[in-house]
């Protein structure tokens, strides 16, 4: 049973975007449309330059903050502040994830490459505000992101959560191959699996996913 292969575990870390919110809600549309607008306006770039940077950014570097930071040396707050300046009115509240959330053992933290203050908006437009015992944003990681092996390193050191026994919830498959080289059980969230190694599970649910973890 799926059951079995989680039964020790006492952490369970979530990522936020397209994770803790489905991504047919398109809250991301729009921070990427607000990510292009800060390139265009920053770098002097027409938008189709633009969009090829964040992409390029997002995958050389895991995130196109990462690749801005690396390449042209932007302040990171400004950036977070900017991009995360959406309407998260789109966002539907679901109770029955909160109760499955709740009803999971042991501590809930999420881990997002996004800023914490964020994070704490998109909870709270989600109905989750107060689920967490820790919400931690890349700030907390030194501004390197996930799938970066440093980030979950400095993230999982300050929480004090023991990696064989902690689980990992993610959208983007890249940032479970390190969780899983740690030791954690990982699950991928999204609408299409991606069959690898260190994914131990997919779901393109996350609540019916939690649902099946903690019926009795």
Do not use: C
């Not at 330059?49 to 196109?64: E, I, N, P």
């Not at 539907?92 to 997002?112: K, M, N, Q, S, Y």
């Not at 890349?138 to 400095?154: D, N, Q, Y």
């Amino acid at each position: 049973m799926m059951q079995e292969h989680f039964f020790d575990v006492d952490v369970w870390v979530f990522d936020l975007d397209n994770t803790l919110y489905p991504p047919r809600m398109r809250l991301f549309d729009q921070i990427e449309v607000r990510m292009t607008n800060w390139v265009m306006a920053k770098l002097g770039v027409a938008r189709d330059h633009a969009d090829h940077l964040r992409h390029h950014y997002w995958a050389t570097y895991g995130t196109t903050l990462a690749g801005l930071m690396r390449e042209h040396g932007i302040e990171p707050m400004d950036y977070l502040a900017d991009v995360h300046d959406i309407d998260f009115s789109v966002l539907e509240p679901d109770a029955e994830l909160a109760d499955h959330l709740r009803a999971l053992p042991g501590r809930r933290i999420v881990f997002t490459n996004g800023d914490a203050a964020y994070a704490q908006k998109v909870l709270q437009a989600r109905g989750l505000t107060g689920l967490f015992d820790a919400v931690y944003g890349v700030e907390h990681a030194g501004f390197h992101p996930k799938p970066e092996a440093i980030a979950f390193e400095t993230v999982f050191a300050a929480d004090g959560l023991n990696p064989k026994r902690a689980a990992m919830f993610e959208d983007d498959p890249r940032n479970l191959a390190v969780p899983h080289q740690m030791g954690l059980r990982t699950v991928h969230i999204a609408p299409e699996a991606a069959p690898a190694p260190h994914i131990h599970h997919h779901a393109d649910d996350l609540t019916a996913f939690l649902r099946r973890l903690t019926q009795s």
